[in-house]
């Protein structure tokens, strides 16, 4: 199943509109950089019952149709959240990159990943950058989140993107699994929350270039059904 979105590609020169299509998601889990850490986190999530991963770092795949630019997701259950996440995909030659949030349903982690990421929309941003124009102080990128709750917004995750695999590194691990990146939309991993998981009607992101001094930034509703 096909699904094309439209974006603002936003270079230093110009913005343009441009249409992408897309045949599978691929969320790429446990992918830090610091190896140790990574463990840590692993060992952290089974003792509350999450299974331990085949591998680090591991691909799930999921339906291209969850990728959204809605402004509105709905759910099942009131144990799900957002994850701030950079997100990449090649075409002609090209290697973007954009904004995305890995809403996943937290309550079905500890029966399956896979399920429990498949079951919610993956709301993005409607800008990208091209890789190239940052590539140099790419390190220096910023992700954050904020959630609201009973009407109350707070900090929920910041960290640099250094703290994940570097963007060559995520595209081999993908290439590990599939032929091509075309036409593959990949989010990348998240940096930590401030104390855990919460659970809100409402989650705003972005990722910020304070070198170029940009931003790519979203919002959404989350309804429970």
Known sequence: MINTLNFNVETKDETRI?????????????????REKVMEHIIELEEIGVKRPEKIPIIYPCSAILATQ???????????SGEVEFILFESQGETYIGLGS????????TVSIPKSKQMCAKPVGSTLWKYSQVKNHWDELILRSWITVNGQEQLYQEGKVSSILPVEDLKEVVRTEYNSMENLLVFCGTVPTHGGFVYGEKFRYELADEVINRRISHEYEIEIL
């Open 70 to 80: 809605a402004n509105r997701i709905q759910v099942v259950g009131n144990e799900t």
């Open 102 to 109: 890995d809403h996943t349903d937290r309550s079905l982690e």
């Open 18 to 34: 441009a249409q992408f299509d897309f045949s599978k998601l691929l969320c790429i889990g446990f992918a830090g950089r610091n």
